[in-house]
């Protein structure tokens, strides 16, 4: 593959339930929030902005002459916000990106790691010198009820869209009641609730997180507080604490090839995309095995196009969509045995400053889950912590272990793209 680089990446806050500032009973303050288009342009010019310190729209743009291709990645805009065509989104972040060819990549929750393999074909075809990816979703323009019906959409509608009104909880909630049988159901909620006790432990240090204005002081307390599940309020198997958020935000992330890095000038630290794997299964079937086989296949992938061990690997962003598919997510990635993913939460492995740190920013759990947007969102944490830019979240890097992986997933296991960086 030719080499494609990380060359700048931006978060914008990850806006829903859990932070200060969201409101929905002030309808009038909550009216005035931001919305699909507002985070949008945020992402792309603040991303533009890193290596333009001068940035304007009011006047030309090295950076924004210098982008060959822009990239969307959404998953359901038309639903939640009526709006299509979102490629045509691109020209508004810069006058200078007028004309330019511009696509949208959707994937359900994947959509995020396909558009960033989509920018890295466009760079290793020589179709493109410099990529901007921007992933965005509003997801609080409706009640949550009636997001769980768009998000069904994800899944096969005719033949599983009658199974529960919350499909993914139910899903998901199947795979983590097989795993109970396996390794004893106290054991596996313990970890389950650990998965939630670390991901807002490592949102609080993300002024960006969802969850960054959690105070709850016993958050396993709260993990356990539906435990067990009450199936006619939600799922058998699952509760709150267990869900990723229903979030607005947007991630901007630059690609360049090194002729693209030379076009741009100064720059700063980049991060290099080794390697991908991406995998797709047939959305109709629905396996209620705990296991994550099209994960697995496009993270061999990833391994395989770079012939790496894992031990290379020093850090970790997973699709934790559930906290149950955190920890089958570890095994297909083959971090630990069926099962030993229990093992690797309890003894506080994965945490921050852990031998494997999994999700520093928060995850899909703390950080929050703007589905089309969340595969972006890895890669920027991913470059933020490769170069030393993650803040109060940064982990300790291993020259030893030098390599990153993002596991973004579409679906229950059906849409996935695993990416190695260094």
């Given at each position: 593959m ?86 045509a ?18 994937g ?8 960033i ?10 179709e493109a ?17 009636y ?8 899944a ?51 002024p ?202 579409g ?12």
């Amino acid at each position: 593959m030719k080499p494609v680089y990380i060359i700048g990446g931006y978060n914008t806050i990850a806006f829903g339930s859990g932070r200060k500032e969201f409101n929905p009973a002030d309808k009038k303050a909550f009216a005035k929030r931001p919305h699909l288009e507002d985070y949008l342009l945020e992402a792309g010019r603040e991303t533009l902005k890193l290596l333009d310190p001068e940035f304007s729209t009011e006047k030309p743009s090295k950076v924004a002459q210098a982008v060959d291709l822009g990239i969307i990645t959404n998953f359901m805009a038309e639903r939640y916000c009526k709006q299509g065509n979102l490629a045509a989104f691109i020209p508004m972040i810069h006058p200078d990106l007028q004309y330019k060819p511009a696509m949208r990549v959707e994937g359900a929750c994947g959509s995020g790691g396909l558009g960033i393999v989509a920018g890295i074909n466009s760079i290793s075809a020589g179709e493109a010198d410099v990529v901007l990816v921007i992933g965005v979703e509003e997801q609080n323009s409706v009640k949550a009820v009636y997001g769980a019906d768009y998000l069904a959409g994800a899944a096969h509608i005719k033949t599983q869209r009658h199974l529960h009104a919350h499909l993914f909880p139910h899903l998901f909630s199947v795979k983590a009641g097989a795993y109970m049988q396996d390794f004893g159901q106290e054991r596996v909620r313990k970890a389950m609730a650990q998965w939630y006790v670390n991901s807002v432990e490592n949102a609080r240090r993300n002024p960006k997180a969802q969850e960054f204005h959690n105070e709850m002081k016993d958050e396993e307390l709260l993990a356990y507080a539906m435990t067990p599940p009450d199936p006619k309020r939600f799922t058998e198997n699952l509760n709150y604490a267990d869900c990723s958020k229903v979030t607005d935000a947007a991630s901007g992330l630059l690609l360049a090839s090194e002729e693209g890095i030379n076009k741009l000038g100064e720059h700063g630290a980049v991060v290099e995309i080794a390697s991908y794997g991406t995998a797709v299964a047939a959305i109709n079937l629905f396996d209620s095995k705990p296991e994550l086989n099209t994960t697995k296949q496009a993270v061999e992938k990833a391994f395989n196009g770079w012939k790496l061990n894992r031990d290379a690997v020093g850090y970790i962003e997973v699709h934790d969509c559930f906290s149950i598919s955190g920890l089958l997510s570890l095994e297909a990635a083959g971090f630990a045995e069926y099962g030993g993913a229990i093992d690797l939460v309890l003894n506080d492995k994965i945490k921050k400053d852990g031998e494997l740190p999994v999700n520093p920013t928060g995850g899909l759990v703390g950080y929050g889950h703007p589905v089309g947007a969340t595969g972006v969102r890895q890669a920027v944490d991913i470059y933020h912590q490769l170069t030393g830019k993650a803040g109060e979240c940064q982990i300790k890097l291993n020259k030893n272990k030098s390599f990153a992986l993002s596991i973004n997933m579409g679906g229950c296991d059906k849409t996935v793209t695993a990416i190695l960086y260094r």
